[in-house]
Each structure stands twice: as structure tokens, then as C-alpha cells.
């Protein structure tokens, strides 16, 4: 018995000192911080141009405002980020988008090129004769000719992309991609537009941004990789619908509320998904299931719907399962809003929630 108990010791100093030296390496990439707006009002656009593919639908559009903004001192070195945006919904459609992908070249105007050829022809004849007892001649003819020609043309310089762009999922969502070139920057705040094709019966909706910056970790890198990963939920309401604009905006106050109870009670959290270091030891060479599922918090923000089983948050803390319970309250009615059929009844789903905080 003690022998185990001293393995079980030493595994777990053991990859408790791989995880600190994990985290340092991880600390010492590039760090990129993200941003972009909580909630979007969706005007009503016109279909110049666009043909609808969905019945009894209408076009709205979006934009977003990404900014970036990179630590300064830092080894790494950020070359490019995508911004990927996609809706929850099979029925809501990209009809088009801006930026487009973008060629730049830092030549202006055309290259004029000069190709040169010389030609030059020689040709030499030399000859003897004679008659015997008489004499001898000879005789000897010269033909040159020299050619020179000059040619002039124009030849388009080479482009670079700075800008990529194009849809995703079926056209449920649309990325871009922004590349550092000489006459751009990354940092900064960039809009990014998109035209939507939603149901005629469309208030509100939720879209996913997840933000990727890649690059070098460090100025003698030879590869390029990913940097920072960053993820966002945007609340989307139609302009002019004030129930709607309510709705976005509490939804956004929620979720943020739900975050700052789970930072504030996060000792607790760990203590009730980790009784022990054993249990921690256990989770980690996985012969133990945490009480609480790991990344819990991002599936309920990030996943769509709200059939998630609360029974496995049973052992959160009161003070956080209230805050969960309200936070898919303004998620389901949010969602309902978006005229798809995908959504639960908010009767059943009340039910279920009552029974969680009484847990």
C-alpha cells in the first residue's frame, strides 16, 4: 500500500510539474487580444443584386467591428488572423459579404521592360589558282552584317493577397482573412459586413465568432502557427424593433453575469470538481470522472439550444446554478426569435430549471 501511495505521489509532483512547464511555454507565445460588438442591430436590406435561395425569407444586414490589439514587446510576430462568423441556423443563409479577397502589389503602374538582340552575320572566302609555269593569284571576299533590335513592353507586377475572404458550412457563416502586408496593419479596428437571407418571421438571432491569429513565435521561426484563438457570441436584433434590441441586450448582460459568477466562485468550482489531488490525479490519466464536466461553461455559451443536461451541475455552487438558469432563460429566448423551428418549448425547459436550482 505505501508503495502505491508514493507512485500515485510521485505521478502526480510529477505532472503537476509538466502542466507548470506547459503553461510557461504557452505564456511565452504571442499573446493577441480580440474584440467585437456584444450585440448588432440588422438593417433591412434591399435584394438589388441578390437572388433569394429560401422561401419567404428577406435580406438583412450586419456589420461587425473586429479590433485588434498585440502586446507590445512580445517575441512573436503576427503575420495574419481570420475571423470566422456563422449563424446557429440551417435557414439563415450568407447572400454576400465585404471585404472581398484582395490582391496588392507595392509597385504602382505597369514595369516597363527593354529586351536587346544583336545580330551579327560574318562570312570570309580566300582562294589560290594558277597555271603552271605562268603564275599564281589569289583572292580573298569579306561580307559583314550587324542587326540590333530593341524591345518594349509592359508586364503587371506581382500581387500579394491581403485580404481573403469566403462563405463556410453551406453558407452559414463567412470568414475573412486579414494578412500584414507593407502598406496595412493588423492592429486596429476593421469592419467587416455581412447580408444575410433570414425568414420573413426574423427578430433576433445569435451568431459564433471565433478569431484565430497566426504567426511566428518568434523572429527566427521558419513555420508559421496558430498564436491566440478567441471566441465570441454576438446577439443580433432587427433595427427599429425595441422587444428585439431588449431581448439582444439582456441576453448579453446574462451571459456576462454567468462569466463573472463562475470567476468569482472559481475556488469553489474546482474544489467540488476536485475533491482531492487524487481525484485531480485521476481526472488527468483519466480513471476519474470530474462531478463537474470540463468546459461545461463553453458548451452552454457556445452550443446551440438548451437541452444541455443540468443534472451534471448539480454540484455547482447556488449562487452560479441561478445564474445558469438565467442565462439560457434570455439563450432560449433569444433563439426563439430567429423563425426556425429548432428550439424547445419554453414550458418544458422551465420545468427542468426549477428542478435544477432546488437541487
Not at 433591412?44 to 428577406?58: A, C, E, T, Y
Not at 428585439?244 to 462569466?259: I, T
Request: proline content about 4%.
Amino acid at each position: 500500500m505505501r508503495t502505491l501511495r508514493n507512485v500515485f505521489r510521485f505521478s502526480f509532483i510529477f505532472l503537476s510539474i509538466l502542466s507548470l512547464n506547459w503553461s510557461t511555454c504557452a505564456s511565452s507565445f504571442g499573446q493577441v487580444a480580440f474584440d467585437v460588438n456584444p450585440f448588432v442591430a440588422a438593417r433591412q436590406s434591399d435584394s438589388l443584386g441578390l437572388m433569394s435561395q429560401l422561401p419567404n425569407s428577406r435580406f438583412v444586414d450586419v456589420q461587425l467591428d473586429v479590433s485588434a490589439l498585440f502586446t507590445p514587446g512580445d517575441s512573436a510576430v503576427v503575420t495574419e488572423y481570420t475571423v470566422r462568423i456563422v449563424s446557429r441556423h440551417d435557414d439563415v443563409q450568407v447572400a454576400d459579404f465585404s471585404p472581398r479577397t484582395e490582391m496588392q502589389s507595392d509597385i504602382f503602374g505597369p514595369l516597363q521592360v527593354n529586351s536587346n538582340q544583336d545580330r551579327v552575320r560574318e562570312a570570309a572566302i580566300r582562294g589560290i589558282g594558277g597555271y603552271p609555269g605562268v603564275g599564281s593569284a589569289q583572292g580573298y571576299a569579306y561580307y559583314h552584317d550587324n542587326a540590333h533590335e530593341t524591345v518594349h513592353y509592359a508586364k503587371k507586377p506581382a500581387m500579394e493577397m491581403v485580404n481573403a475572404a469566403g462563405t463556410l458550412e453551406r453558407k452559414r457563416g463567412v470568414y475573412f482573412k486579414v494578412r500584414q502586408s507593407s502598406q496595412t496593419t493588423l492592429e486596429g479596428a476593421r469592419p467587416f459586413r455581412i447580408v444575410f437571407e433570414v425568414p420573413n418571421t426574423w427578430r433576433a438571432d445569435l451568431l459564433d465568432v471565433t478569431i484565430e491569429a497566426a504567426g511566428l513565435e518568434h523572429e527566427n521561426a521558419k513555420r508559421a502557427r496558430i498564436l491566440s484563438t478567441q471566441q465570441f457570441v454576438v446577439a443580433l436584433y432587427q433595427e427599429f424593433d425595441e422587444h428585439a434590441a431588449h431581448v439582444a441586450s439582456n441576453y448579453v448582460r446574462q451571459q456576462e453575469s454567468l462569466k463573472q459568477f463562475v470567476k468569482t466562485h472559481a475556488k469553489s468550482i474546482e474544489q467540488r470538481t476536485f475533491p482531492t489531488p487524487f481525484h485531480k490525479l485521476g481526472a488527468k490519466l483519466d480513471i476519474y470522472e470530474p462531478s463537474i464536466p470540463k468546459q461545461w461553461l463553453e458548451s452552454l455559451v457556445y452550443q446551440e439550444g438548451v437541452s444541455y443536461n443540468l443534472s451534471k451541475l448539480a454540484s455547482l455552487p447556488v449562487d452560479v446554478r441561478v445564474a445558469v438558469m438565467n442565462y439560457l432563460d434570455q439563450k432560449h429566448l433569444i433563439e426563439s426569435m430567429s423563425g426556425t423551428q429548432q428550439n424547445m418549448a419554453l414550458a418544458s425547459r422551465n420545468a427542468s430549471m426549477q428542478e435544477f436550482v432546488r437541487r
